[in-house]
């Protein structure tokens, strides 16, 4: 006589199984070791800070000497 097989248990094990072999080969493609991540960091830190030092902005916002425009109304906007 044939074992009997729950086919909803033996699909959702192959899954797993699929997903945990998809889960090994991104760990070998896309991981990276502790001290890779740190030298991409420093790395984007001092890209940063590169560009930081050429903006000709203050960090407090866009020049505040400029004039402003000053606002005219005419004789028809008072009816």
Partial sequence: MA???NL???RKARARV???AQAA???LSFGLSASERRA???ARDKAERHIDGHLRENADG???T???P???TTADDND
Avoid: L, W
Wanted: hydrophobic residues 25%; proline residues 8%.
């Fill in 3 to 5: 074992d009997i097989v």
């Fill in 8 to 10: 909803r248990r033996a």
């Fill in 18 to 20: 699929e997903k945990e």
């Fill in 25 to 27: 080969q991104n760990r």
């Fill in 40 to 42: 991409g960091d420093s």
């Fill in 62 to 64: 866009p020049d505040t």
């Fill in 66 to 68: 400029a004039p402003t």
């Fill in 70 to 72: 000053i606002n005219i």
